[in-house]
């Protein structure tokens, strides 16, 4: 079975600051995939940032990126320069051998102007 | 509009009462899925089809849960017998690759 903590339930970031929100998860799955999704208030899931566990190089999108360390099971989220729009809650998830996504509880971000 | 798409949004309904809630996945994506998300709580899965086929099913899908997809695009899921605990967001994703694309959800009220 597959499991994904978020240890943080909120964090707050002054605009234009960094902030990463931690994940630890934990699988027997030899191949899966680990995922940042963003979930704005009133508003559907969006895909932030997406990294294979097979590679090592740590996925970067724009101003997100991750720290993925595979032998310690974590896989956090960097925001640089943060900005308003950043505001919402974030779930990571983690996809082994079926289809289905695994979802942490979440951690709602706040971005401070 | 190529996304997913969901309906209706917001349901009320009474204990005791059936609902059917549709999705309208992204047109050439062939995997399409159920959650459920209750308040403060991340997503949980529900249910997949691969085309018309259903291929996993959560323990979290009682018999009062029933998915269809009949012709391999939209998919209904029909909750029989509401309860207050069936209180929750369900939001529906379809994919072709990997990444899950997500519907707005429909918020299924019980009272």
């Known amino acids: 079975a597959q499991t994904v903590t978020q240890s943080q339930p909120e964090m707050s970031v002054q605009e234009a600051e960094t902030v990463t929100l931690s994940c630890t998860y934990d699988?027997?799955?030899?191949?899966?995939?680990l995922f940042w999704y963003k979930q704005p208030p009133s508003r559907q899931m969006i895909l932030v940032i997406r990294q294979e566990a097979y590679k090592q190089q740590n996925a970067t999108e724009n101003r997100f990126s991750v720290n993925f360390q595979k032998a310690a099971k974590s896989f956090s989220l960097k925001i640089s320069d943060s900005q308003l729009g950043d505001a919402a809650m974030y779930f990571c998830a983690s996809q082994g051998g079926s289809e289905k996504l695994v979802f942490g509880k979440g951690t709602k971000l706040t971005v401070n102007p | 509009d190529t996304g997913v798409s969901q309906d209706p949004r917001h349901k009320i309904t009474k204990r005791g009462q059936n609902v059917t809630f549709r999705c309208d996945p992204i047109?050439?994506?062939?995997?399409l899925y159920w959650y459920r998300q209750t308040l403060g709580q991340g997503p949980e899965f529900l249910t997949y089809?691969?085309?018309?086929?259903?291929?996993?099913k959560s323990r979290l899908l009682s018999d009062r849960f029933s998915a269809e997809r009949p012709k391999g695009s939209f998919s209904t899921l029909e909750i029989q017998r509401t309860e207050q605990g069936d209180s929750a967001m369900y939001l529906c994703?379809?994919?072709?690759?990997?990444?899950?694309?997500f519907g707005p959800g429909t918020r299924l009220t019980v009272l």
């Open positions: 699988t027997s799955e030899s191949d899966y995939y």
């Open positions: 089809f691969q085309n018309e086929a259903q291929l996993e």
């Open positions: 994703a379809s994919s072709e690759g990997t990444e899950q694309f």
């Open positions: 047109s050439e994506h062939n995997r």
